[in-house]
């Protein structure tokens, strides 16, 4: 059998086959795959988009970027044009309060008569609907004791150091005690009162002074009103009261005892802007300081 001649011409003609079966089979597949492959469908390369170079204008450039810091909330309510009067007891004191509106409507005068007038008569000759009494001064030659200014002019010099009420070019309202930042300054007018009492400070004044129950008078401010106390009191309860039970942020004591009832050179006074008096105008020994 190992010499059979048919049994060698079998083998050699399967060894042929194997070698030519091999080389087709991979051929197919080869074929196969490149026909299924490019029947696939495929994702086509991103085409590359060239960028555009444009120059923003300032209004674009604002537009686009913003205003990153936070814009404070504008508060748009503003105080009813209304005076409020009412009475209220605090540590067996009677208190007097008027309310008044803090805006723009409401004129502050500050009042200025040499030979003296009563805190009506001063609101009167002005046209006010609410008064305060002044600076301190001497009770025979009412010769003003404290500062005055009117519209940057220094009238009398500061002494004390106390508490001003100031007129602003704009013609709001505050109490301050920046004499370096107010006197002499144009369009500014202010006046000195009396001692602190929101926050309490003694501000040089005794304490037998403090003590004593007497016609006292008082101006504080906040955000939108303004508040004027009248009672007969000492300091302490007056201060308390303005403390705990009205919203101020800051008051101050005015000339009291008997110039509440009395005559005095200065006065406060508060108007409407639109209710301007005739009887306002000046006469040759009485003057209205205002800033308008």
Known sequence: MGNDPGFVCRSANTNLRRRLLYPGMIAVGLTILTFVLSTTPQEAPPKLVRPVERTLTTEETASLLGDREAKPKVDSWHPPHVVKVW??????????????????????????NPSGETLR??????????AVTGSYHHP??????DFLQRDGCV????????????????????????YAQIK???????LALGQRLVPLQQDGFSKAFMNRVTDRMAIGVNRHFIFIVQGKSDIWRLAHFIK?????????????????RGRAPVHIVFRWRQ??????????????????
């Open 244 to 260: 705990t039970k009205l919203p101020v942020r800051t008051a101050v004591n005015s000339d009291g005892g008997h110039v509440v």
């Open 275 to 292: 209710l301007k008096s005739p009887g306002a105008a000046m006469s040759a020994n009485a003057s209205t300081f205002t800033n308008k």
């Open 87 to 112: 009475m209220a007891r605090h540590k067996g004191r009677v208190f007097r309060i008027i309310q008044l509106p803090r805006c723009e409507h409401l004129e502050t005068v500050i009042t200025y």
């Open 140 to 145: 025979r030659s009412l010769a003003l004791a």
């Open 155 to 178: 009238l009398a010099g500061a002494r004390t150091g106390r508490s001003l009420l100031v007129i602003n070019r704009d013609g709001t309202l505050d109490i301050s005690n920046e």
């Open 184 to 190: 002499g300054q144009p369009g500014i007018s202010a």
């Open 121 to 130: 008569q001063a609101k009167v000759r002005v046209g006010g609907v609410a």
